[in-house]
């Protein structure tokens, strides 16, 4: 049972440097979402997805960027790093109404910005 | 806007004691209401998750957690603690009215256990 697979678990950027952080699923979940947690903060939104060809931005949207082509993958892109984005970063999905809320975690991804 | 409050950012028990963690949430209808656990360097389990009925649910690992809708309040609790349940603990909360309503998750409450 591979539920949701994050790669890379861990990453080192220099700041300017792009990269994308793959997400996938093999649960045929309709939602999907990024979210990024940091020391006293707890987890906050990036980006959500309700199905293929939809994305929302969540809470702290600013700096990344999604798209859903696939019910399976949901890929998440730092254009340009930088050192503020420097966190771990949760993909995180769930089936449409069937089960509102529950949502199924990755194992994470650390990523530091130099 | 919904959101959560978890009053206690570190709590320590010692094994065997009694634990409370505490959840208070705002959201402007009925809310479902969930408990997530995280062990270091692992992703977010869910523990248990109230969406109606009965206001005291049960969850995986002898948890359980009380809705309280007066007080605005969704606390976990655990009669006895073992050394294994040291994690950080998150509180969330999400709405009935959507079924894709994104979940607002607490700032989190990370519980030390001692000998």
């Known amino acids: 049972n591979a539920g949701v697979t994050q790669t890379p678990k861990f990453q080192v950027l220099k700041t300017g440097q792009s990269m ?35 994305t929302d931005q969540g809470e702290v949207p600013n700096g990344y960027n999604v798209s859903r082509s696939t019910t399976e993958d ?15 970063y949760f993909c995180a999905s769930r089936p449409g ?18 | 806007a919904q959101s959560v409050t978890q009053p206690d950012i570190h709590i320590t028990v010692s094994e065997g004691a009694s634990l409370e963690l505490r959840c208070n949430y705002s959201y402007g209808a ?5 408990w997530y656990v ?3 360097g692992q992703g977010l389990q869910l523990l ?3 969406f109606s009925g009965d206001t005291l ?8 957690a009380e809705f309280k809708r007066s007080q605005s309040s969704f606390n976990l609790r655990k ?17 009935q009215t959507s079924g894709n309503t994104p979940l607002v998750f607490g700032k989190g409450t990370r519980l030390s256990v001692i000998a």
Request: aromatic share 14%; net charge neutral.
């Open chain 2, 48 to 50: 248990l998750k109230y």
């Open chain 2, 79 to 95: 009669p006895s603690v073992h050394w294994s349940d040291a994690a950080e603990y998150f509180c969330a909360v999400g709405g």
């Open chain 2, 57 to 64: 649910v049960q969850g995986i690992k002898g948890f359980e």
């Open chain 2, 30 to 34: 009925t809310p479902y209401l969930f």
């Open chain 2, 38 to 40: 995280q062990s270091p």
């Open chain 1, 20 to 54: 994308t952080l793959q997400c996938a699923q093999d649960m045929n979940h309709e939602y999907m979402s990024w979210y990024r947690q940091d020391p006293g903060m707890g987890l906050r939104l990036i980006h959500y997805s309700v199905g293929a060809g939809i």
């Open chain 1, 74 to 88: 949901f890929p998440l892109r730092l254009l340009s790093a930088a050192p503020s984005q420097t966190s771990v």
């Open chain 1, 97 to 114: 109404l069937a089960k509102v809320g529950e949502l199924f975690f990755g194992e994470g991804s650390r990523l530091t910005v130099l």
